[in-house]
Nanobody
Framework: QIQLAESGGGLVQSGGSLRLSCATS????????VSWFRQVPGKEREGVSC????????EYSDAVKGRFTISRDNARDAAYLQMNNLKPEDTAVYYC??????????????????????WGKGTQVTVSS
């Protein structure tokens, strides 16, 4: 059974940092891309970052580029999102996701939440001003 579980969220002041973790099980993460999304109440889930199966393939939304870094540890079947210089507008529930099918290993169209098949339950990040 494929499972993903996020951790590492919390309350931080503006300008601070957090590192989110995504623990996976039930499949070999090394074969798949992994993405991070975030969502605030009343808004659609927003694609933040993606790491493809192949080394060096990463994508970031304009809102987080230069501040967030995605990484993966295939030996541990885990992915991470290092978030620096956090801003109040980064406040959201953060989710990790993976997918099967034609684009299972890459970040093609990663920002569309409907293209991802497996999700964790999310972790809350709150940035105070």
């Amino acid at each position: 059974q494929i499972q993903l579980a996020e951790s590492g969220g919390g309350l931080v002041q503006s300008g601070g940092s957090l590192r989110l973790s995504c623990a996976t099980s039930g499949f070999a993460l090394e074969r798949y891309a992994v993405s991070w999304f975030r969502q605030v109440p009343g808004k659609e889930r927003e694609g933040v970052s993606c790491a493809g199966r192949d080394d060096g393939i990463t994508e970031y939304s304009d809102a987080v580029k230069g501040r967030f870094t995605i990484s993966r540890d295939n030996a541990r079947d885990a992915a991470y999102l290092q978030m620096n210089n956090l801003k109040p507008e980064d406040t959201a529930v953060y989710y990790c996701a993976t997918r099967y099918g034609m684009n299972a290993g890459n970040c093609e169209g990663y920002r569309n939440a409907n293209d991802w098949d497996y999700w964790g339950k999310g972790t809350q990040v709150t940035v105070s001003s």
